[in-house]
């Protein structure tokens, strides 16, 4: 389990520290920098796929995502007796990204390459470098607690006859998690590259008239529902089959009492969502309920899979529900963190509050001060230690 996350300079994140718990709730207004550190999470589980430099690009690239204030805020400009202003910057511009938990830590420092040389022209110049990695073990870096330590393109590793320096120079736009994941010279960056792309995200859930779980698909056993849902019939067969069916009709009948849930199969191996409520004669297919309504059982679907991650991250789940159905929509959340590390990045204060009835909910509320996210409430004694490679 995380218990710690450190960003730096990403858009508002300018240095942000958060202490994490089995289920955290992200709440704040709008513009408070809740996306923002929805998407530094993703950034972090990209650099174990190889897809933080394609995501920083779709961004607009490193320099539109790096923290656009001053280096430092001054206690002047804090009281509005200065200007914000900008001054001679001291340290190198990099965007850091880290994470640390009860057995390991890692981080990473990204920024701008050099001036292209002109004996050896680019095509991609813009691309960001990886200036820094390292993995640790415990939950604060310490010199002597250091197992992978990456400068640059040279890496060393630390083996029981002291620190080994890796063969070869690694590609500044890849993580050590592609270049170096050898279970036997570096089992720490293959365990740590396993746990990091086993994180699962779901923020795109399609409930539109057109969206594929609406309509029969091709069934086979799901054990972890597709991002966007597209499975949500074999997911749920797979959970009735293989793993707690009567968890399932009671996510249902919390939402909507007397309803009950099943799959048809036709003769042609598709499956497709049936709901029958009270009073109707005939169940109701997935192409005729309600944005709601589907998007109440995509939930059921991800948060009840019989193969749990280690940590699972939900986006605004809150969106087409009705209040009526946050309620359900809490109890099946809290229950899920007995599996599993969740976060869940919501708009809605009520959904929040429904949460922050359970037990163990480590609630985390952001708000602004002079452009920069800070965790509300937060005080040096609050903010969890934690220390980047220098």
Not at 67 to 72: F, I, L, S, V, Y
Not at 77 to 97: E, F, N, Y
Not at 266 to 271: A, L, M, N, V, Y
Not at 352 to 366: F, K, P, S, T
Request: glycine share 8%; net charge neutral.
């Amino acid at each position: 389990m995380l218990t710690t996350l450190a960003v730096e300079n990403y858009r508002s994140l300018r240095n942000l520290v958060v202490p994490l718990g089995r289920l955290n709730v992200i709440k704040g207004v709008n513009g408070s920098g809740k996306s923002n550190l929805y998407k530094s999470l993703r950034l972090l589980a990209d650099t174990a796929s190889g897809g933080i430099v394609s995501s920083l690009a779709r961004e607009g690239g490193l320099p539109s995502t790096f923290w656009a204030g001053p280096e430092k805020i001054t206690r002047d400009m804090r009281a509005g007796r200065v200007p914000i202003q900008g001054t001679a910057r001291k340290d190198p511009k990099r965007l850091k990204l880290g994470f640390s938990g009860e057995d390991f830590g890692y981080c990473i420092a990204m920024g701008l390459p050099p001036p292209a040389d002109r004996m050896n022209p680019t095509a991609f110049a813009l691309d960001p470098e990886i200036k820094r990695e390292c993995i640790w073990s415990g939950p604060v870096c310490k010199p002597e607690r250091v197992l992978v330590d990456r400068t640059g393109p040279s890496v060393r590793i630390r083996t029981d006859q002291g620190w080994q320096l890796h063969d070869g120079g690694l590609n500044l736009f890849e993580s050590i998690f592609l270049q170096i994941a050898d279970p036997n010279t570096a089992p720490e960056v293959l365990m740590l590259r396993e746990t990091i792309r086993g994180w699962r995200f779901y923020d795109q859930f399609r409930t539109d008239p057109d969206a594929p779980c609406r309509s029969p698909q091709l069934g086979t056993r799901t054990m972890v529902l597709g991002h966007d849902g597209k499975d949500l019939a074999a997911a749920l067969q797979t959970i009735m089959e293989i793993g707690d069916p009567d968890e399932v009709a009671h996510a249902v009948h919390e939402a909507f009492p007397g309803a009950e849930l099943s799959i048809a199969q036709p003769g042609d191996c598709r499956f497709a969502v049936e709901l029958r409520l009270p009073g109707l004669l005939r169940p109701l297919t997935g192409a005729e309920l309600s944005d709601g309504t589907l998007r109440y059982l995509l939930w059921v679907a991800a948060l009840l899979t019989p193969r749990p991650p280690q940590m699972m991250v939900l986006n605004e789940p809150e969106t087409s529900l009705h209040p009526d159905l946050l309620p359900a929509l809490a109890k099946l959340i809290v229950n899920a963190s007995e599996r599993m590390q969740l976060w869940v990045v919501t708009h809605s204060a009520a959904l929040a509050d429904e949460l922050n009835r359970g037990a163990d909910v480590h609630l985390i509320e952001l708000e602004k001060e002079l452009g920069q996210t800070q965790v509300k409430g937060q005080t040096s004694l609050d903010r969890p230690h934690w220390k980047w490679v220098e």
